[in-house]
């Protein structure tokens, strides 16, 4: 059973910069495709990005050039680097990850696709 435990989330002003943290444990190869989705208040969940087996990565139109996901399998870490953070990027973010192996891991893949979701941790920007 992968457990997955978010970190990093706070207050910034507009322009500023966060790294979301996502430890796991008991990797296998089923958690092949891991990610990073977000909820605001009021809205539907949305993907942001997601990262394979091999560091390919993919992102949500929104993010792309702001955001960098990454991974360090040695520290059982996900990542989750935020840049110029704007008002519309408040919401509460999950790091999620495959409960089966995916042959195509990509930010189009809905919540359904991800078996395993960490707690959420809160980000919040004012302008």
Not at 39 to 45: L, M, S, T, W
Not at 51 to 79: E, H, M, P
Request: aromatic letters at 12%.
């Amino acid at each position: 059973q992968l457990q997955l435990v978010e970190s990093g989330g706070g207050s910034v002003q507009a322009g500023g910069s966060l790294r979301l943290s996502c430890e796991f444990s008991a990797y296998t190869s089923s958690n092949n495709c891991m990610g990073w989705f977000r909820q605001a208040p009021g809205k539907e969940r949305e993907g942001v990005a997601t990262i394979d087996a091999d560091g390919d990565s993919s992102y949500a139109d929104s993010v792309k050039g702001r955001f960098t996901i990454s991974k360090d399998i040695a520290k059982n870490t996900l990542y989750l680097e935020m840049n110029n953070l704007e008002p519309e990027d408040t919401a509460m973010y999950y790091c999620v990850a495959s409960r089966v192996y995916l042959v195509w891991c990509h930010i189009s893949l809905g919540e359904t696709d991800f078996g395993y979701w960490g707690q959420g941790t809160q980000v919040s920007v004012s302008s």
